[in-house]
């Protein structure tokens, strides 16, 4: 048995999208939604390419 102790702040999908999205409408910018799987791997090729320079400015 495994018990977890301690306060989570735990928020929901549409939470966090509508925080994001007031913050990009205040700072007139767009929301870039990324879904990601730690076991996929599709997600960790696509994980890699974020890392690279010419990525980063962009992402």
Known sequence: MITLTGIV???TATEILTK???????ENKNVFLIFH???CGWCKKME???GRPCCKIIF
Do not use: I, P, T
Request: proline share 0%; glycine share 0%.
């Open 9 to 11: 702040n735990a928020q």
């Open 37 to 39: 799987a730690s076991w």
């Open 48 to 50: 890699k390419k974020y």
């Open 20 to 26: 994001a999205q007031n913050q990009a409408k205040v």
